[in-house]
C-alpha cells in the first residue's frame, strides 16, 4: 500500500532562515511520482513540483530544492532564506500510476510559519 | 477563468440535507478529481473521471455520495443525507491528459459544514 509521511507537523523559522521539510513514502512500485504541492491560507493547493522515480537527480527552483533518495525512501523540500510569504501548509504527496491507477496520497502536511 | 473554480466556496448543511458541489475545470481539461480534505490532513482521493467516464469512484466514502460529468466538461458532487463526518473541505482538480499522474491543478475548494 502506498502511504506518505510527514513527521513534522509544525515548523516555525526566522526569516531569511533556511528550513527543510521531511517526506518519507512508502511504495511497492518501481514506477512512481512525487510531488509537492502548497497550500496558502486561500485553500487551494499550488503544485509546486513533480518528480518519478527514475530521475534522481536534485532540482533547484529559485529558493527551492529538492533532494530525492531512493535509497532512504525520502522526497525532501528545503526554501533557502525564507520569507513570510512561504508561511502556508505544504503536501507531500505520492502516485502510482501501474497498481493504483495513479491516484495521489497525501502526507498530512506540514505548517510552515515564517515569522519577519 | 484560467483556473479551477469551484461553487459555491462555503456551505452550511442541516443533517439529513442534500447538497450538491460544483466544479469548473480549466477549459480542455481531459481529468477530473475529487478530494476530501478533513481538517488538519491531507486530500484524500474521492474520485476520477477521464472526460465523462467515471473511471475510478473507489475513494467514495459511502453511497450517499455521488458524481457526475456528463458533458466532460463540469462536475458536480452530490452528497445526499449529509452526515456530520461529511464536514470537510471538498477539492476539485484538473489535468490536461488522461494520464492520471499528470500535474494536477486545484481548485479553492467547497468548505462544507454540516450542522
Known amino acids: 500500500a502506498q502511504k506518505v509521511t510527514q513527521a513534522q507537523t509544525e515548523i516555525s523559522v526566522v526569516e531569511k532562515e533556511d528550513v527543510t521539510l521531511d517526506c518519507v513514502y512508502e511504495?511497492?512500485?518501481?514506477?512512481?511520482?512525487l510531488f509537492w504541492y502548497k497550500q496558502p491560507p486561500s485553500g487551494e493547493l499550488v503544485f509546486l513540483i513533480r518528480?518519478?522515480?527514475?530521475?534522481?537527480q536534485n532540482e533547484i527552483s529559485g529558493r527551492y530544492s529538492w533532494n530525492f533518495q531512493k535509497s532512504t525512501s525520502s522526497f525532501n523540500f528545503t526554501i533557502t532564506a525564507s520569507q513570510v510569504v512561504d508561511s502556508a501548509v505544504y503536501f507531500c504527496?505520492?502516485?502510482?500510476?501501474?497498481?493504483?491507477?495513479?491516484?495521489?496520497?497525501f502526507g498530512d502536511g506540514t505548517t510552515l510559519t515564517v515569522k519577519p | 477563468g484560467a483556473g479551477v473554480s469551484q461553487s459555491p466556496r462555503y456551505k452550511v448543511a442541516k443533517r439529513g440535507q442534500d447538497v450538491a458541489l460544483r466544479c469548473d475545470p480549466i477549459?480542455?481539461?481531459?481529468?477530473l478529481f475529487w478530494y476530501q480534505q478533513a481538517l488538519g490532513q491531507g486530500p484524500e482521493f474521492l474520485t476520477y473521471?477521464?472526460?465523462?467516464?467515471?473511471?475510478?469512484k473507489s475513494g467514495l466514502p459511502s453511497d450517499r455520495f455521488f458524481a457526475e460529468r456528463p458533458e466532460g466538461s463540469v462536475s458536480t458532487l452530490k452528497i445526499q443525507r449529509t452526515q456530520q463526518e461529511d464536514s470537510a473541505v471538498y477539492l476539485c482538480?484538473?489535468?490536461?491528459?488522461?494520464?492520471?499522474?499528470?500535474?494536477?491543478?486545484f481548485g479553492p475548494g467547497t468548505r462544507l459544514t454540516v450542522l
Open positions: 482538480a484538473s489535468s490536461p491528459t488522461s494520464g492520471r499522474v499528470d500535474t494536477q491543478y
Open positions: 511504495t511497492r512500485d518501481t514506477t512512481y511520482y
Open positions: 518528480r518519478n522515480s527514475f530521475d534522481e
Open positions: 504527496a505520492l502516485s502510482e500510476p501501474n497498481t493504483n491507477a495513479g491516484k495521489s496520497t
Open positions: 477549459s480542455g481539461h481531459v481529468s
Open positions: 473521471f477521464q472526460n465523462e467516464a467515471q473511471l475510478d
